[in-house]
């Protein structure tokens, strides 16, 4: 099956530093990726679509200057928070989208686990 | 109203027993339907997919969608403790980002 990583699996950092996330594809290519933000016991909110090489979409509601999302080549995106507060504190998952041509799947990343003191 | 209603649970049920698992959703332009299996702290895995109406089975795993009544469902059989997870169903109509249910978590008792 299609399999995707996250770097790191859990990080701490200190209120107005800056984290930086990694989502790979290991076995395929996607050109698109998202972003998502799980709160405890919740469903997963979207937060962003990653497109290779072009800009990301946001929901609405998301700061765009606050989580730089960048997806430079066909297996990697990347998510910055930048200038951390306790309260995005999250579970941040990542996918990629398999584009098979009928059925288009999404494989999500084992997540990552932020805490921002 | 949601666009994808699942009821959170907690299911309980003993080893051995078959599971329901559903979701409703008001959107009559979603074709294809996913469920998810997401453990403790970890990331969703893809269990199954479907595109439109009727059954798919995958070991102990059936997917089922009825469009008419845009309801879908995913029965487990023979559970098992290690089935024990929170099931997220999700849909969208094409290339378009998924929706998700809130999920459903499953306690199977040895």
């Known amino acids: 099956g299609a399999v995707v990583s996250q770097h790191p699996s859990r990080v701490i950092c200190k209120s107005g530093t800056s984290v930086k996330i990694e989502c790979r594809s290991l076995?395929?290519?996607?050109?698109?990726m998202f972003w998502y933000r799980q709160f405890p016991k919740k469903s997963l909110m979207l937060m962003a679509t990653s497109n290779e090489g072009s800009k990301a979409t946001y929901e609405q509601g998301v700061e765009k200057d606050k989580f730089l999302i960048n997806h430079a080549s066909l297996t990697l995106s990347t998510l910055t928070v930048t200038s951390a507060h306790p309260e995005d504190s999250s579970f941040y998952i990542c996918?990629?989208?398999?584009?098979?041509?009928?059925?288009?799947?999404?494989?999500f990343g084992p997540g990552t686990r932020l805490t921002v003191t | 109203q949601k666009e994808v209603e699942q009821d959170p649970g907690p299911l309980s049920v003993p080893e051995g027993a078959i599971v329901s698992l559903n979701c409703t959703y008001s959107?009559?332009?979603?074709?294809?339907f996913m469920w998810y299996r997401q453990y403790s702290r970890k990331g969703p895995e893809l269990l199954m997919y479907?595109?439109?109406?009727g059954n798919k089975e995958d070991g102990r795993f059936t997917a089922q969608v009825d469009k008419s009544s845009k309801y879908i469902s995913l029965f487990i059989r023979d559970s098992q403790p290690s089935d024990s997870a929170t099931y997220l169903c999700a849909m969208n109509t094409g290339f378009q980002k998924l929706v998700f249910g809130t999920g459903t978590r499953l306690l199977v008792s040895p």
């Open positions: 076995d395929f290519q996607a050109t698109t």
């Open positions: 959107n009559s332009a979603f074709q294809y």
């Open positions: 996918s990629a989208r398999l584009e098979t041509g009928v059925m288009n799947e999404q494989y």
């Open positions: 479907t595109y439109s109406s």
